[in-house]
């Protein structure tokens, strides 16, 4: 063995350790998230956003994020998720519902690759899904709104008529007709989850027709712009706090908690644990947070939200309790019962003393 | 159903604040596209004009100095255009969309600061006599400087391109760049000047965006504003009134449904919401069907003296 042969096998055995080495336990995990907004929308993808710094606070080196932004919901989040599984992903979190086939069809090209998918219910061995029952955080907004609302209208930018809008429309519209009778609700579909001058236009065209509250299922800030330009409306926050519009018009809020699931599932696949799941929390566990109720809200009408949040968190009270009827009158819940998750999933009908159709 | 609750006053009152950001968006891409320049760009310079205006509006308290710095910051920007696709001759579709995400880039990063913070925003004009009018008044006159603006800009558009020896020029340039070029005219420099109108306006079409009609700064605000604006383009056949049609047409449509939908109508929403883009599509057929379709002939063709 002459010299030369000599030093290239000492740093091919050095390579070779390096690498073995790496595979081990240097090699970080490398989690992917496919959003449906800008990270910048100060609602919905805003909150995905700071769950995926989260992770990376959590792990450290130990894990490597990608994300992609503003990505369609159709054929090209298929191409977008392809990628990300391509580029090395070891879990991708697909955030919006539209996301849902585009999910299960890239799944099954990769099955090592773990996938979690928000708010859909197509699940596969390596496809697990993930949702906030954002109803309870409603239950609250429609009892703050029912109490406020001097017009007795409530305006409610829908974005598509899928069963996580509609339940949030029944929820709020139950609690708000229970504690003012007269109350109706105008509902407005978008068609869109992030189009911020849409969204303002939906908003003022509520105004305009004499709705004094807006609730909205849309992820910018812009109908709370729209509202404080107007005075005298008062609108909640969706998916993230903002509290900038605080106290006035934005008198509380849903907040979505993605950290601690994140975290938890970026977790399971470095120990090799993961293992397709259905996960759905509400305000108990916390992955549903509810805003400052700000001093906007009369100080008794704040108690009784508080007080709700509390039965609701502690499971005694459940925001789909009978009597419910359907919009056309039949029984859905009798009287004391409450709907099951597969209902609620399914949901594609209003409950009764809704106006309006769905459209489909 | 109940239409009674719809205040037509309010209706075409917001129809005119919703359309004022595709219109000067559109009518500036017309002039550039008139030129024999297809920049598709215009959604990267409305969001630049969106972000840079709402800053400067932030900094200064002066939404029309926020206005003419977004008009600037995007005219500037669409140059970097101009240079690189009539100096170095790129290719325009590619350079185009380059320079949208370009400008989706660099307002997200811009705006990083200015996120949910409040603008001061443009005020009524209060119009003496006109503003008076039962229901004239509130419905066409009372609206912010702007609104007035962008309709002045289609009709001076308009003259100019019709009346003036400069517009004949201009367009000269987009159906034939080598005759113009024969004749001696500059066909560079003109195109340069016409890309950087289609900026600015651009800029305050974007501008508009964040100043009054949202009025806020959230990243990716256009969200498509810029592409319908190409659509309009096209849809008028290149000329500045149909353009006017076009943007009220759609910003109509949009607030029309929304209103109906507010009012409990049982409208098909899809359909509405989907509806200028079929008539944009049967406008193209029919347009095509005629064989004249009145685009400039020299339409996106690079153009060199040598050649």
Redo the contacts between chains.
Sequence with gaps: MNRRTLFTSVAAATLAATAAFAQTDGEPVKAGFIYV??????GWTYEHNKARLAVEEEFGDAVETVYQ??VPEGADAERAITQMALSGADIIFTTSFGYMDPTIAVAEKFPDVKFEHATGYKRADNVSTYSARFYEGRAIQGHIAGSMTETNKI?YIASFPIPEVIRGINSAYLHAKKVNPDVEF???????W?????E???A???I????DVILQHTD???PQ??A??AGNVITFGQASD?A??APMPRVSSIIDDWAPYYIDRVKAVMDGTWESTDTWDGIGPGMVGIGEITDAVPAEVKEEALALKESIASGDYHPFTGPINRQDGSVWLAEGETASDGDLLGMDFYVEGL???I?N | MDLG???PI??VA?IMV?AT?ILLAAIGEMVVEKSGVLNLGVEGMMITGAVVGFAVAVNTGSPVLGFAAAALASAVLSLSFGVLTQVFLSNQVATGLGLTLVGLGLS?LI??PY????SP?LPKLDIPLLGDLPVLGRMLFSHDIMVYLSLALVAAVWAFLKFTRAGLILRAVGESHDAAHALGYKVVRIRLMAIFFGGACAGLGGAY?SLV????W????????GWIALAIVVFASWRAGRVLIGAYLFGGV??LQ??L????A?V???LL?TSPYLITILVLVLISARGIHGAPACLGRPFHASS
Excluded at chain 2, 261 to 264: C, N, S
């Design positions: 907004g800008p990270i910048g929308d100060g932004e503003s305006g105008s509902v407005v579909w978008a068609y869109t992030f189009d911020p001058a849409k303002a236009d939906a003022r065209a509520l305009e027709n004499g709705n910018s800030t812009a712009a729209a404080q330009e903002m900038e519009y106006t309006g159709e459209p | 609750s719809i205040n309010l209706l917001s919703s950001p997200a705006g990083k996120e949910g913070m409040k925003t965006l009609r949202v009025p806020q959230t990243e990716g605000m256009t969200a498509g504003a949009t607030v929304l209103n939908q507010a009012a409990g049982r098909p929403v899809e919401s």
